[in-house]
């Protein structure tokens, strides 16, 4: 259902219970694994509706949440990246209506405040609360024995239902299977934005891409729909380095050292243009990396989560005139992107079906991690049972 059909849709607030249950994946505390359990759910208020889930992306920020590398409120439910059915909505909900089929935006779009009204949609104001999981009055969704779990990014998408914001849902076509509809959530517009947007990646470029994971691999997509000459992998794992073949890199390389040289060698010393981080744990090296892979105003786009510094001599910067530049959601404008991505995989310039290594039930997402940690998946996804 298009966003217009869905203003004029019935609310269905009045027939909506009190509370429900739901089955969740939850972590208690940073370190502690993530564990299923049953919680209350409450209804949807003002401006909310409820998703039934059918799948999950699993994406590397939440296995930073449950490490302790990143920053959260405790406990979570895990997940932000979602697609599934409109089951419910509350009063004044436009955007979308009961029966229609989303996508979860982690970065909510409320389309007023100034960064929403100014086309960045990525750093809208109403995702202050994304470590909190509360929702702008301050309360939560999800409860058990009177203790509230904050929804990971005011989502939870490890979960058969939840209630969100009506700003952190986009309406997808029927026709999208909620897989594939899952990622471009988050994963598959971080990727490709951080080539096409953040880096602004053009026609004939050499382009660095560090880490060819979840991430990487559609910043990889992206260089090469946005015409990039040279599309250059570099990934420690076998599997990542051939997949990334498949999503448009043009040469792959185990070590950094191995890229350089050959970086040096094909651009007669000029060096790249571009050298996009997307690796699974930020560090000090691979910045260092990166500066060092780019030539006269190239530029270094940072979308990995870490404990990395930026530790160089300004010189390394002044000389050559090289920019550092931090991305967030590939600086998409999720309302307008995510549709926008998944008309071209509809078309067939956006591969997304390729992305997804190995499905899973919710009680197998720990083992997922693993999987995704051993360098096994390019992208688990959840299959959430009903």
């Known amino acids: 259902m298009s966003i217009a059909a869905s203003a004029t849709a019935p609310s269905m607030a009045e027939d909506i219970p009190d509370s429900m249950t739901t089955r969740a994946a939850v972590c208690r505390a940073p370190g502690q694994p993530w564990e299923i359990t049953e919680l209350e759910l409450d209804p949807p208020k003002a401006n909310e509706v409820r998703i039934k889930f059918h799948a999950a992306g699993m994406c590397h920020s939440d296995d930073h949440i449950q490490k302790g590398d990143a920053p959260m409120r405790m406990p979570v439910v895990g997940g932000h990246e979602g697609a599934g059915v409109i089951d419910a909505v509350g009063e004044g909900v436009t955007r979308v209506a009961a029966g229609d089929h989303v996508v979860c935006s982690f970065i909510p779009a409320c389309g007023k ?136 890199a043009t040469h792959t390389f185990a070590t950094a050292k191995e890229a350089t040289e050959f970086v040096v060698e094909s651009t007669w010393g000029e060096l790249a243009d571009h050298a996009i981080i997307t690796v699974g744990i930020l560090n000090d090296e691979v910045i260092h990396d990166a500066i060092s892979v780019v030539g006269k105003t190239g530029q270094v786009t940072i979308t990995a989560v870490g404990n990395g510094w930026i530790d160089e001599n300004p010189g390394m910067l002044i000389g050559f005139q ?19 991505l998944l008309s071209l995989y509809t078309s067939g310039h956006l591969k997304l079906d390729e992305l997804i290594t190995r499905r899973y039930r919710l009680d197998e997402v720990n083992q997922g991690y693993q999987d995704m940690l051993d360098g096994k998946n390019i992208r688990g996804v959840i299959e959430i049972e009903h």
């Open 113 to 248: 405040c100034r960064y929403c009204s100014t086309g960045r949609q990525n750093l809208c104001d109403e995702g202050k609360n994304a470590a909190t999981g509360q929702f702008a009055d301050g309360t939560f969704r999800f409860h058990q024995n009177g203790e509230d779990f904050g929804g990971l990014c005011v989502l939870g998408t490890f979960s058969q239902y939840a209630v969100v914001s009506e700003y952190s849902v986009i309406p997808i076509p029927e026709h999208i299977p909620f897989d594939v509809a899952s990622l471009v959530g988050c994963g598959v517009p971080t990727g490709w934005g951080s080539a096409v947007h953040a880096a602004g990646v053009r026609a004939g470029q050499t382009v660095v891409i560090f880490g060819s994971g979840g991430v990487g691999s559609n910043a990889v997509q992206g260089a090469a729909l946005a015409g990039a000459q040279r599309v250059i992998v570099v990934d420690p794992v076998e599997f990542k380095r051939d997949m990334a073949k498949v999503f448009g």
């Open 322 to 340: 090289r920019r550092v530049q931090g991305a967030i959601f590939g600086a998409c404008n999720p309302l307008y992107d995510v549709p926008r």
